[in-house]
T-cell receptor, first 111, second 113 residues
């Protein structure tokens, strides 16, 4: 079945460092891919999405490119801030009316 | 436009009891999905409803059930609660019939003692 694998955390960075969180997927067909973010005590929020191969999703300085050849959707940000500290989830929406989430990667950003 | 709301936000129940959680989706959204989030298992899909029909169900025991009303509001019920049911229960709504990007509520924190 469909699955999402993302790098384990926690990831600890200093402010203004470069961020990469790796995500790979297994799916039949042509899924849509997402990154969601969860701040403490809150539900998930959609961060960005891509619906077809080579699409780049971007929002709030975060970017991710849908790479079908490597089945990947890595999240990147050029300069992280303390306020980016949260848990990040990679997800896919394919067949069967459900979204599959990765395990989540916790990010800590130090001032 | 108001976001997804979930009630109650916090709940403490005793083993063996049952509980009902409620979710009101964003106006106009007809798809509602439920997830269980725990530190050990992460986000696990419970079920999805669209126009009062359950279209998909996750791998949970029959103690977990749900329904959706004609106004798209949804409820989930857990009967005969177990300690392992302690979790954050998240509801999400989607505007498309395909279940594309989802909008999440803040969750209901259920503690079973």
């Amino acid at each position: 079945g469909d699955s999402v694998t993302q790098m384990e955390g926690p990831v600890t960075l200093s402010e203004e460092a470069f961020l990469t969180i790796n995500c790979t997927y297994t799916a039949t067909g042509y899924p849509s891919l997402f990154w969601y973010v969860q701040y403490p005590g809150e539900g998930l929020q959609l961060l960005l999405k891509a619906t077809k191969a080579d699409d780049k999703g971007s929002n709030k300085g975060f970017e991710a490119t849908y790479r079908k050849e490597t089945t990947s959707f890595h999240l990147e940000k050029g300069s992280v801030q303390v306020s980016d500290s949260a848990v990040y989830f990679c997800a896919l929406s394919g067949e069967g009316f459900k979204t599959i989430f990765g395990a989540g990667t916790r990010l800590f950003v130090k001032a | 436009k108001a976001g997804v709301t979930q009630t109650p936000r916090y709940l403490i129940k005793t083993r063996g009891q049952q509980v009902t959680l409620s979710c009101s989706p964003i106006s106009g959204h007809r798809s509602v999905s439920w997830y269980q989030q725990t530190p050990g298992q992460g986000l696990q899909f419970l079920f999805e409803y669209f126009s009062e029909t359950q279209r998909n169900k996750g791998n949970f025991p029959g103690r977990f059930s749900g329904r959706q009303f004609s106004n798209s509001r949804s409820e989930m019920n857990v009967s005969t609660l177990e300690l392992g049911d302690s979790a954050l229960y998240l509801c999400a709504s989607s505007s498309s019939g395909r279940v594309d990007e989802q909008y999440f509520g803040p969750g209901t924190r259920l503690t079973v003692t």
